[in-house]
């Protein structure tokens, strides 16, 4: 069975430098891409970074130079280094994973993505 669990989430000053974790298990042999999303009260859920097959990082404009995707594959562990926050990063923030034989490792597209954690909450104070 498929279960991603994030943690590392909570209150932050602005300007904090939290880092989120994602814990993988279920997936067989070689740990799936991966990617983290967002969803800020009262918005639609955003994707935040990708990882390709070769780990390429893609970010979203509003995070961009701020965060930092990654992953250790020998603790299938996905990572999201945050820096510089600002009270507009506040939001339940999710880790999400398909096949690594997949084509659309590193999509942005959520609808790509076959399983998902509960999510960890970050709240971004001034």
């Known amino acids: 069975q498929v279960q991603l669990v994030e943690s590392g989430g909570g209150s932050v000053q602005a300007g904090g430098s939290p880092r989120l974790s994602c814990a993988v298990s279920g997936y067989t042999a070689v740990m799936p891409c991966m990617a983290w999303f967002r969803q800020a009260p009262g918005k639609e859920r955003e994707t935040v970074a990708s990882l390709t097959r070769a780990d390429t990082p893609y970010y979203s404009a509003s995070v961009e130079g701020r965060f930092t995707i990654s992953r250790d594959a020998a603790k299938s562990e996905l990572y999201l280094q945050m820096s510089s926050l600002k009270t507009e990063d506040t939001a339940m923030y999710y880790c999400?994973?398909?096949?690594?034989?997949?084509?659309?490792?590193?999509?942005?597209?959520?609808?790509?993505?076959?399983?998902w954690g509960q999510g960890t909450q970050v709240t971004v104070s001034s």
């Open positions: 999400a994973a398909l096949p690594r034989s997949s084509d659309y490792c590193g999509s942005f597209r959520q609808d790509r993505y076959n399983d």
